[in-house]
């Protein structure tokens, strides 16, 4: 006898021994193989000849003892299996599974649901809506949200703001009497040790904070909400225990000295915000929650509310409504709709206006609105102008930011690695922020002691803090504005502060030691951003630049740049294009983040080389390696989906890349089946199919139950002997009830009478559930999937009947490798942890 | 017997008389039909006792006659034809068929074909692509189209704005020559004449090109484009004829004095060069041609490109690039991905800067980079910054440009009807246009000399021509500044002029007439754009505003504003409001548009109120009416499709909406029933079933074939005798020379002996069709075919045979009315013309 069979990731199931089992292995080039390969029977997998020159997937398989091994299930089973350990086994030798970092998808990463499950509740509950009554007051509602988010992001913006500002001038206040009292009086170690153990104290809360409250509020959360906007369900990002942890966590972090900003984590936050009153929920920390309104309760609205959340905490951050619009969009193009994203601008342009209202009044006059964001590029002293002469140099900065940015995420990539493997104990994930706090004072320190740059301008901002240390005269030292500030005064100081105000030495240095701070704190365990630290490395450098053009080029008017010029304006232009080169290279700039560049400069004419550098810097960075939140999306092993499918996957079919074999329900199935079935499986959807008595479990295609509602029928007991007639006292919102924090089955408890019961699944299951034939190019699954945002993909056979199940990650794994700026296509593993 | 049957818009069939045959009523409510609905057997239609209180679709009919009936296919066509008008009467008395003219689809428009159709040869092809080097070059030919679009668009850019100032400057001021000798002399009927005279001319000129050239090329183009990039094929749109027709079209628009701007053809002529460098081919007007490079001929690839070019196009009109980028991808958001937006931004920067250098180098220095677009609101002579008190008055603002750009849509819907209806012949058309050009002269001059408004404020352009007229003490006419210039010159006076330049009378004598002079020229058959007209009236208006609240707040500083202040700096900030509000009221801004005015505007800052009044102008007036561009989509019958599908739809199946019966072929079909079926019927694909020879027509489904490769393969003559081996010799390129234009049936040459022959459907096809099953809901087909942009959807039955086909149309009609502010679903109707 002839049997087919083959390899895949989870083994070799036999399904039945009277027919050909055909099973395909995982989504290999065939090529690879070291089998002889041979079609089976023309008629049988026309899929196969259709390009004669392609080799077919299956593997064929002389069985010696026919008889005796056909009469027995186990034997088979036992056979394959051992042929399969010696595929797994060459396929190594091979080099086809070389387990790397970052070449992985972790398992526990799951699709956000979507798809409407049109079921018999769904459209009772639509009949409802029909009323235009009910149309109007969802549309109304939708907006109202919309507004009540911008509004709230704004409030939290303003406030956080006030906090840092108010404790951090008070704080670094006392550092510089300290300072200036002790250069004289030679006890400098006060400062210095007073520094740091504000720093430690500071940051050691926020990092307990964040790691015993909610570890999803380490970092920006961008890499998190941009994978959520991908379609990507992720547990714990959207909870009120993070809210509390990132917007307190982050006072902490700026408070204790990190090299770190509060603008990142502003999405976050607004998206949780947004997600709250989209849910109309608080889930308290005690198990308590507040309830208001259940409408929006389910993946499709809250995505949508989360976008104009996200959008929001970017424009409040930055002032940047377009910006932020675009930020929330671009994630998720293939959902927008004007619609929405109109609803997303309105938000975003709510944040900005409230953001700009309350900030101004908190510095004094409500009606002057000049502070849309928390911050803001644009006090530059002379109009931004750029000659064409500038362009060259603009570009030769820009190979430095995509350069230098690539650096930071390499570094950062085997510190996060190395914080993976090493630094996962909660505790030492503490002690290391608290270190790097202290670092950052002392070294912070040991540069003003030992660099003493004096100079007599005053700086830009008339309220920064300027300690003299050693210098007389009415001087001060001049890393002193830059670290006896917030990251963001830094920010400012540099691209503001007039010509003279930083030598060429202190602008190393600093740049030196706040790239290595930037790298190490980017990935500590406390709420952090990575923006304004970006921008102040690259501005430093930018400086830098423009002391040198100004050197370079002393007094040649014929070139069209005049150096005395350059003294008195340019510098802060130079500042602004190094700091916008920086973020490129480490982030790798989109359209969003462009126009939030712009629009935080203020000046649409200076946006043109901007652009310029983003692009160059984003080419640059990108031929080297990835930006930084691909990089931690990759580490995390979330299975994003990228726009379209990778290229050079044409010739994998639907049945390729499936997982399978499937677990199916019938229509009318024991509940005893489906506990069992819940307990034993970890898949998250099922598809329901035809019971025919002919030909058990072969039926075909009914629907598809999600994992989720199946525990909230047996907990509700919507169940009955066989026979009689099921209850159906159960709606739409006993499951909305459940959102987002669905049971899980040891939460269930049935008897065994109960076990023996049977429920009728036919009006709970969503009856059309997309689906694809087997012969179904990859590029044309991936479209499918992407395209409609959907969680689970049937693959069927021919005669309807479900063969296997296409999931998120069956398509993430397949990724397009742009080392060195050549592409190639590589396969990820998928692993539990 | 019991027959179950429906009427649907094309009639009435009977299939097979054997089985119980099922139809459906179109897609009408079926609450609101007159019979008696019962549902068949359970078991049979199971989709529709799912909601057991909902009515099924299905028509049941007693027939009398039983035996006789049955054994006659014919008579029970009849039969069922009879029942059918009887049921169409019924219809009409029931209002449901009520025809006017926006409530309709024109059938000529047919969908682009995004889809790939993966056949043998198609997979043939992609072998050739799987080495890096290939997909290497194929990513950098396809930077460097972006590239020479941008370049190109922005040459073009140059080109008509150095034609139009330098011909416009001559014109006006040979008229002003003589108005200022006449008005001593007693000869003014002089320059009024010649003025009238110029005009007409000039214009019947541009109205002949476009008319008899390409009547595409008239009006802006851009809901055309915006058709386009939804997903409709526009024929003619894209060709040389139509470039030569815009771009000479437009200019001499402007030259004949129409009220009308060069900017919105810009996008037209940006998407016109993208399509022929994406083809690879110039089709000269004689029937000759160029190719260059077929390896992007397909809709898919042509649609990316267009988007570069109309982002190109709008960034080089208004020197937006983000705002560019926007306004191509927002009309075609399901197909964003971030590698091609990151291409578009890329090509609209490319002509935003390439205009700014060429511009700059017109007006003496390249070096310079002042004017990235054709148009900029960015002399302002102060800062633009506003007060939290002015917005009250921006939003009054917005509401009267709300209202009033709905009225501007009315009037030009009223008239556009009267158009379409009237004056619908040729020479009609050019003599409309020579009217209005000299209509336009004639008005203007009246007022000129009526009003006789003189000031003496130097206008703000020092070239501006300016006419004395009456005017004494080096003084001149007010009007003469708007009047005797382009449109843009007019616009650009009234935001910028000082103070006292415009005096109330004239504002308000030229608000009206320009505003009429709008309605009347939008739409004339004339290359013409409606953006700079708008934004004049506007901008008008809006300096009324300023002058009314100048002297309604006379010295109140209590209030924050300073009526000094005002008529120093402000009045032009209030005129920017003015345009935006207009341009917002008629257009009915989107973000894109939003971000073109801003990035115009120079000024972030500013940006906020620019939000505003352009949200609030949109409500005000979609609670009136749709916008301009939406107005005349619907007038031309375009079967666009809005981003979601319109709520209340849930309960219509696939089967509801599906077009059907279907013409299907077999997978080897005779040639001659491939040659009647093209000739007989219009559908533009045709599934391909299995040919079962137990149950002729009822296979399963194999695929699709599009009407173009049968046409091709017709053409190539690739069929045989039964019984031979088919001829292979065609490939990929054969199809794609006839790209885009297919051939017609007429132009298919065959013999008797040859329509015997066998075509081999099996190569040629596409084998994994997308398909639904017919209980699938409307929202969920929209779904699939708004997001992976399908021509053809085909509706399965649960045996996998084609029951019907899902297109564009059949989707597009159902439309949400928003009138007065109120979503009500309607089904708009089909029409030939």
Redesign the interface.
């Known amino acids: 006898m002839m049997l087919v069979m083959s390899a895949t990731r989870s083994g070799v199931t036999v399904r039945s021994i009277q027919e050909i089992t055909i099973f395909t292995v995982g989504a290999l080039s065939f090529q690879d193989l070291p089998f002889h390969v041979t079609p089976v029977s023309e008629e049988e997998h026309e899929l196969n000849n259709?390009?004669p020159?392609r080799p077919t997937p299956e593997l064929k398989f002389e069985l010696d003892d026919e008889g005796d091994t056909l009469s027995n299930h186990n034997s088979i089973t036992a056979l394959l299996s051992s042929k399969f350990r010696d595929i797994q086994k060459r396929l190594k030798q091979y080099g086809i599974e070389s387990p790397r970092f970052r070449k992985r998808l972790v398992s526990k990463w799951e699709s956000l649901n979507y798809d409407?499950c049109?079921n018999?509740l769904y459209?009772?509950e639509?009949?409802k809506?029909?009323s235009?009554k009910w149309?109007?007051l969802r549309?109304l509602s939708k907006w109202l949200v919309m507004f009540s988010i911008g509004i709230m992001t704004a409030l939290l913006a303003a406030t956080i703001h006030f906090v840092v500002e108010k404790l951090a001038h008070l704080k670094f206040d006392l550092i510089k009497h300290y300072f200036d009292d002790c250069a004289k009086n030679n006890c400098l170690y006060q400062p210095a040790l007073m520094w740091m153990g504000i720093n430690l104290v500071i940051t050691v809360a926020g990092a307990a904070l964040v790691t015993f409250l909610q570890p999803m509020a380490a970092g920006s959360g961008i890499p998190y909400i941009k994978s959520y906007l991908n379609g990507v369900k992720i547990p714990g990002l959207l909870t009120f225990r993070a809210f509390v942890a990132k917007t307190l966590g982050v006072v902490m972090s700026i408070l204790g000295g990190l090299a770190c900003g509060k603008e990142g984590p502003m999405a976050h936050s607004g998206s949780i915000i947004a997600a709250g009153l989209g849910r109309g929920r608080i889930n308290f920390c005690n198990g308590k929650s507040i309830s208001f309104y259940s409408a929006f309760r389910n993946d499709h609205e809250i995505r949508d509310f989360m976008a104009g959340g996200a959008a929001s905490g970017v424009s409040s951050a930055f002032g940047a409504?377009?910006g932020g619009?675009l930020f929330s969009l671009?994630e998720a193009?293939?959902f927008?709709?004007?619609?929405?994203?109109?609803r997303v601008?309105?938000s975003s342009?709510v944040a900005?206006?409230a953001t700009?209202?309350l900030i101004s009044a908190i510095n004094g006059d409500?009606?002057k609105?000049?502070d849309?964001g928390l911050v803001r590029f644009?006090a530059f002293k002379f109009d931004l102008k750029?000659?064409?002469?500038e362009i060259p140099v603009f570009i030769f900065m820009a190979v430095i930011g995509g350069l230098s940015g690539a650096l930071f995420v390499v570094m950062n990539y085997k510190l996060t690695v190395f914080r993976k493997r090493y630094l996962n104990k909660n505790w030492i994930k503490i002690i290391e922020a608290g270190l790097v706090a202290m670092v950052s004072a002392a070294v912070a320190f040991g540069l003003m002691v030992g660099i003493n740059d004096c100079t007599d301008k005053a700086p830009f901002d008339s309220h920064a803090v300027t300690a003299a240390v050693y210098c007389t005269d009415k001087k001060h030292n001049s890393l002193s504005t830059l670290f006896l500030t917030t990251p963001e005064g830094c920010l400012k100081a540099l691209l503001h502060d007039p010509f003279e105000s930083h030598g060429p030495v202190s602008l190393v240095a600093f740049v030196l030691i706040f790239f290595l701070l930037g790298v190490w704190t980017y990935g500590l365990s406390v709420s952090s951003g990575v923006f304004i630290p970006s921008l102040a490395i690259g501005a430093a450098w930018g400086r830098l630049v423009g002391i040198g053009v100004a050197h370079l080029m002393p007094e040649n008017p014929n070139l069209?740049v005049n150096s005395s010029l350059i003294k008195q304006l340019d510098v802060g232009k130079f500042a602004l294009i190094g700091a916008a080169c920086q973020l490129g290279g480490i982030l790798r700039t989109?359209?969003s983040l462009?126009?939030i560049i712009?629009?935080c400069?203020?000046?649409?004419?200076f946006?043109?080389p901007i652009?310029?550098v983003l692009?160059i810097s984003k080419w640059v960075g990108d031929f080297i390696t990835t930006g930084l939140y691909d990089m931690n999306v990759e580490v995390m092993g979330i299975p994003t989906l990228?726009?379209?499918c990778p290229?050079?996957c044409?010739?994998l079919r639907a049945s390729d890349v499936m997982s399978h074999p499937l677990a199916t329900f019938k229509t009318k199935e024991k509940v005893e089946n489906i506990y069992r079935m819940l307990k034993e499986e970890t898949f998250c959807g099922f598809p329901v199919i035809e019971d025919d008595p002919m030909a058990p479990g072969k039926g075909?295609l009914k629907g598809l139950i999600l994992r989720n509602q199946l525990l909230v029928l047996l907990k509700k007991k919507i169940f009955c002997p066989e026979g009689q007639v099921p209850p159906r006292n159960i709606t739409i919102k006993d499951f909305r009830d459940f959102y987002p924090v669905y049971l899980k089955v040891s939460e269930i408890d049935l008897s065994d009478e109960e076990k023996s019961y049977v429920m009728d699944l036919k009006p709970y299951y969503n009856?059309?559930p997309?689906t694809?034939?087997q012969?179904?190019?990859l590029?044309?699954v991936f479209?499918?999937f992407r395209?409609?945002g959907l969680r689970h993909l049937i693959v069927t056979d021919?005669?309807?009947m479900p063969m296997g199940m296409v999931t998120r990650k069956d398509l993430a794994k397949f990724r397009v490798g742009s080392k060195r700026?050549?592409?190639?296509i590589e396969q990820l593993k998928i692993e539990d942890k």
Chains 1, 2 share one sequence.
């Not at 750029?386 to 002469?389: E, R, V």
């Not at 400069?601 to 004419?605: A, F, L, V, Y």
Request: proline share 8%; charged share 25%.
């Open positions: 259709r390009v020159s409407v049109e018999v459209i009772k639509q009949e809506y029909k235009k149309v109007t549309w409504p377009i619009t671009e193009a293939s927008w709709n004007q619609d929405l994203t109109w601008f309105f342009m900005c206006f700009n209202f409500p009606t609105l000049t849309p644009n750029f000659d064409l002469i069209g989109t359209i462009t126009v712009v629009e400069t203020d000046d649409i004419s946006g043109l652009m310029i692009m990228p726009f379209e290229p050079l044409d010739d075909k009856p059309s997309y694809v034939e012969k179904f190019s590029p044309r479209n499918l395209g409609l021919e005669k309807n700026g050549l592409v190639k």
